[in-house]
């Protein structure tokens, strides 16, 4: 019997929650928290570092009898997919209490039990291998996140908070109706890998693609879908905002890669030309939208549609780089996109204003953070250097190769990219630094600089050495594309 | 002969790099910090120099540092034309850091700290770029050089600093993040790798040739460093800078490395005998013969002295990208070494219109007639240097004009022969104007009575005035490195 390692990963958390609540002391629950998470990381690097990146096989597996009468297990499991993820959500769990440390300070204990809760649930659902369990964890995030808008958020939270809440009910009902529809047609299973072995009739799998495609379109968020992330994002507090972006708007992209393609390669290839064209439609809409914004958050947020729109650009290339960058990118992106939501919590906190004409000048009076703040700007714009050319790189090759056209949108999108974060940039640090004598702002404190560090060694880390990382996910990736374009067929 | 393995490529790199840090490090200490810069320069040269001899002999030097992407490492190659862009920029920059130490203080210019730690990075990103290996490496630096220049341009905060160094950016990183950026994702996906070949990447590619038509224009607008027009309107709008910038950076550095990434794509991506096949060098010569002359005739029409230098410079540039696509041999070697024939005789001119500002505070021609009495030294370089520029023996621009013109014989394209001449009719009409009015006209004005020659501003001025000369008679090493190229 062996350490049941995924299980640890992802109920540490929930234990933390649990003991917090017993806590009466502010500063305690804080330190308990970090204890938790880093812990809880600790366990995440133990996970790849004894990870094999040779086989596409499920590892860590664990599997427990729930619900016999409806075949429904508690059963866990990563592959090289999924395992980058439960990494990441645990790297930005500790970073986001470490974000909140000064930023919450009414009811601490609550702030922090919602969190851990969260955190618990989103390693859930990246470990699941049963589609009950990871329905239940996947409906069940709703509430933590509900309420971290809902309570802690600024002056419009509750607004923010019921149509976050709506957008994802909605979309989360759809994926339900699907689940019962595999569950029949799948051979009354819940077992994911049973039922992405099966072959199921192109109708039934083009249904399913629909369903799911609302389901996960929300999340992404794929444009039309998208209104909530602004409201979302702009109201929520930081490490909401970060784990929205770095962890939660990867869920949709995972559903894709989880259950569309494998389970419905059929629909997928027929419809993957639509699918390009909603995720070009992301990047340049998004990319416009981004570029009108005044408001740090809403700037940021909307980026976010547009990054996010290569991410789904890239997965729906259905090639090599083109998953492999998309992939890549989901990472790329939790890291960089939760920096620059960490960085706008941290000028708030100081300043109470996140317009960017309130700015101006900031490199002569926080040096430290303007200089991080480059570089995570540089990172989103995806600079030759950083993490995210590689990505970018990848699903642009991929892109062209599936559709010159839509790639040569997603270069559209890169432009405006630069166009956005660097006229943010300028904008806030540089400039005639008039507006700054009305902030007395200081750099960023110790604290700030640990939660900052570890997230600008993984910008240049994956920019100049992507290798361990594609090398996670390499293996799994090649047997997604065998899955979708069946054997010997895979360009 | 097997490459040579060596560290020294990442090492000139280090050092330009360390020299940045050090200054940082040493901001209040301005006597030890002003002597890191042209300490660092020489060890650069020398590590350069070192590996001179491999090269000449027809070598490379080569690192392989890591894979980054299947096809792709993060990896450097030091080849003759690597060779010649990195002789150059470590050769000047140790005349222009003591340059640059005359006229910061006696500006008593601001943020000096800041200006020498990104000259310093600029090198080190400059000389980067010459010993990449591939298209992803020299991309790096690429992009490097635009960040570290930008608070260069900038320097001086004043709404011309900010309005120049935005416009600087928005060419350059627009360019690169649209057209360079779907000219990598194509090449990649069509060659699967981003190595430079020696009959270039792309050669037998399975490819149609409208589509390798496209990735070529992307690449060529895409380098917007190279200034090719349209995209050279950042050139003017950078001379904001102070000017040792404007002299190391916006006349060898930065440009230099635009027509050398353009020169790599020519000869070790495309290959000349695609873009022969393609017929694209036609069609580039008559891209770059409109720049060339379009260049000059803005250039007469300026009265701001360096946006005169500015503009010629716009025009070389092409001199250089014309005598490539040309592709006859002789022409190749013309355009190759004109990038070290015009890098030391502008830095030279640079230097003067710097010269003459610390010296008078003037900026436009007009105010310099009769100056040439009190600057004697910087004048007479001066009018060294627009000799070079026009391509009057013995001077280095002699020398790359005369291949140029030959090879444009030899390709049988005499048209472009017709360009080099009324160009070069025109470099006359805006350099000579200039000194014929320092020496002979009248003081101007309130006159000049105060001004004298600044040493530590003109010695270096009059050495790259006698490297101009020098290159000219003695044109050999450049020659070899080039025939080494196109060989």
């Known amino acids: 019997m062996t350490l049941p390692l995924l299980s640890l990963i992802v109920f540490l958390p929930a234990a933390g929650a649990?003991?917090?609540?017993?806590?009466?002391?502010?500063?305690?629950?804080?330190?308990?928290a970090l204890g938790f998470t880093l812990l809880d990381f600790a366990l995440a690097v133990a996970m790849l570092v004894g990870f094999d990146t040779t086989t596409h096989e499920m590892q860590f597996t664990e599997t427990r009898p729930w619900v016999p009468a409806l075949g429904i297990t508690y059963a866990l499991g990563v592959d090289g997919i999924s395992a980058l993820f439960v990494f990441l959500s645990a790297l930005l769990g500790w970073i986001c209490v470490l974000a909140s440390w000064a930023a919450i300070d009414r009811k601490v204990k609550e702030f922090m039990v919602s969190l851990l809760s969260m955190q618990a649930l989103m390693l859930g659902v990246f470990c699941a291998l049963d589609l009950f369990l990871f329905y239940v964890f996947w409906e069940a995030m709703l509430i933590p996140m509900y309420l971290i808008i809902g309570v802690w958020g600024g002056e419009g939270r509750v607004y923010a908070a019921f149509k976050f809440f709506l957008y994802t009910l909605a979309g989360s009902l759809l994926f339900l109706v699907g689940v019962i529809v595999l569950y029949f047609q799948g051979g009354q299973t819940f077992d994911i890998l049973a039922l992405t072995a099966r072959d199921l009739p192109f109708h039934v799998q083009s249904?399913?693609?629909?369903?799911?495609?609302?389901?996960?379109?929300v999340k992404v968020p794929m444009v039309p879908v998208h209104t909530w992330l602004p409201d979302a994002h702009v109201q929520a507090p930081t490490a909401g905002s970060i784990i929205l972006a770095g962890v939660l708007l990867k869920m949709g992209a995972y559903g894709f890669l989880r259950f569309s393609l494998p389970m419905l390669p059929d629909a997928s290839l027929y419809y993957s030309t639509l699918m390009l064209a909603l995720s070009a439609l992301a990047i340049v809409y998004g990319g416009f939208l981004a570029l009108a914004q005044d408001d740090l958050k809403k700037l940021v947020a909307y980026s976010s549609i547009s990054h996010m729109g290569f991410v789904t650009l890239g997965i729906f290339a259905l090639n090599l780089?083109?998953?492999?960058?998309?992939?890549?990118?989901?990472?790329?992106?939790?890291?960089?996109?939760?920096?620059?939501?960490?960085?706008?919590g941290l000028i708030y906190e100081r300043t109470h204003t996140r317009s960017i004409a309130d700015y101006g000048g900031l490199m002569k009076v926080a040096p430290v953070y303007t200089a991080f703040l480059a570089l995570f700007t540089l990172s989103s714009m995806a600079l030759p250097g950083t993490n995210s050319f590689v990505g970018e790189l990848l699903v642009l090759t991929g892109g062209f190769a599936a559709s010159p056209a839509f790639g040569a949108a997603a270069v559209l999108g890169a432009l405006l990219g630069a166009a956005y974060l660097l006229g943010m940039y300028r904008k806030v640090a540089l400039g005639p630094a008039d507006a700054r004598a009305r902030f007395k702002i200081h750099d960023v404190n110790g604290r700030e600089l640990v939660a900052i560090l570890p997230l600008a060694v993984f910008v240049l880390w994956v920019g100049l050495y992507p290798k361990p990382f594609l090398g996670i996910i390499d293996a799994s990736v090649k047997h997604l594309l065998v899955q979708v374009h069946g054997n010997g067929s895979s360009p | 002969m097997d490459p040579v393995l060596s560290i020294r490529p990442l090492l000139a790199v280090a050092v330009a790099s360390l020299a940045a840090l050090s200054v940082l490090l040493l901001h209040n200490r301005e006597k030890l910090r002003d002597l890191v810069s042209p300490v660092a320069?020489?060890?650069?040269?020398?590590?350069?120099?070192?590996?001179?001899?491999?090269?000449?002999?027809?070598?490379?030097?080569?690192?392989?540092?890591?894979?980054?992407?299947?096809?792709i490492d993060l990896a450097f190659r030091v080849d003759a034309l690597g060779m010649v862009f990195a002789t150059v920029s470590s050769l000047l920059w140790i005349v222009a850091a003591v340059y640059s130490i005359g006229y910061m203080r006696h500006l008593n210019e601001h943020a000096q700290t800041r200006f020498y730690a990104c000259f310093a990075l600029?090198?080190?990103?400059?000389?980067?770029?010459?010993?990449?290996?591939?298209?992803?490496?020299?991309?790096?630096?690429?992009?490097?050089?635009?960040?570290?220049?930008?608070?260069?341009?900038?320097?001086?905060?004043?709404e011309e600093g900010w309005a120049g160094s935005r416009k600087y950016l928005v060419y350059l990183m627009?360019?690169?993040?649209?057209v360079l950026l779907a000219a990598l994702a194509l090449t990649y996906h069509i060659a699967g790798s981003l190595d430079f070949r020696a009959g270039g990447l792309l050669a037998g590619a399975d490819a149609s040739p409208a589509l390798l038509t496209v990735v070529y224009f992307?690449?060529?607008?895409?380098f917007a460093k190279a200034a090719v027009m349209p995209m050279h309107a950042w050139l003017p709008a950078a001379m904001v800078a102070p000017t040792p910038v404007s002299a190391l950076l916006h006349a060898v550095a930065v440009v230099k490395m635009g027509v050398f990434c353009v020169l790599r794509v020519i000869f070790n991506v495309f290959g000349v005998g695609l873009v022969g096949d393609l017929g694209l060098g036609i069609a580039t010569a008559y891209l770059v013969s409109f720049?060339?002359?379009?260049?000059?005739?803005?250039?007469?029409?300026?009265?701001?002295?360096k946006a005169r230098l500015a503009y010629s410079t716009v025009s070389q540039l092409s001199y250089i990208v014309l005598g490539a696509v040309l592709l006859s041999p002789v022409a190749m070697v013309g355009g190759i070494i004109h990038i070290a024939a015009h890098a030391f005789s502008k830095i030279t001119l640079f230097f003067c219109a710097g010269s003459i500002y610390c010296a008078s505070g003037k900026r436009k021609i007009s105010d310099m007639a009769g100056i040439g009495r009190r600057l004697p030294w910087t004048m007479g370089a001066f009018f060294v240097a627009s000799l070079s520029m026009i391509g009057i023996p013995p001077t280095a621009g002699f020398v790359s004009k005369w291949y140029l013109a030959e090879g444009s014989v030899e390709a049988g394209q005499v048209a472009f022969l017709l360009v080099l001449l009324t160009s070069s009719v025109l470099n006359a009409a805006y350099f000579l104007p200039v000194s014929y009015s320092a020496f002979f006209e009248a003081e101007s004005g309130e006159g000049h009575a105060t001004v004298r020659e600044i040493p530590l501003v003109t010695v270096p001025l009059v050495a790259t005035a006698f490297l101009s000369v020098l290159m000219g008679i003695f044109p050999d090493y450049f020659l070899t490195l080039a025939n080494g190229v196109v060989r």
């Open chain 2, 218 to 222: 992307c690449y060529l607008f895409g």
């Open chain 2, 122 to 158: 600029s090198l080190a990103a400059a000389v980067g770029g010459a010993f990449s290996a591939n298209l992803f490496t020299l991309v790096i630096f690429y992009e490097v050089l635009s960040l570290v220049t930008y608070p260069l341009v900038y320097h001086h905060e004043d």
């Open chain 1, 207 to 217: 249904w399913l693609f629909f369903a799911f495609l609302i389901a996960f379109a």
């Open chain 2, 291 to 305: 720049t060339i002359l379009m260049a000059s005739v803005y250039a007469l029409t300026r009265d701001d002295l």
């Open chain 2, 41 to 71: 320069a020489v060890l650069m040269f020398a590590i350069v120099a070192s590996m001179a001899p491999t090269v000449l002999a027809g070598g490379t030097v080569d690192l392989r540092l890591f894979e980054i992407l299947p096809g």
């Open chain 2, 174 to 178: 627009g360019a690169s993040k649209s």
């Open chain 1, 321 to 344: 780089r083109g998953l492999e960058g998309g992939i890549l990118q989901m990472f790329n992106h939790g890291v960089t996109t939760g920096a620059l939501f960490l960085f706008v």
């Open chain 1, 18 to 32: 649990a003991v917090l609540m017993f806590l009466r002391n502010d500063d305690a629950v804080r330190w308990i």
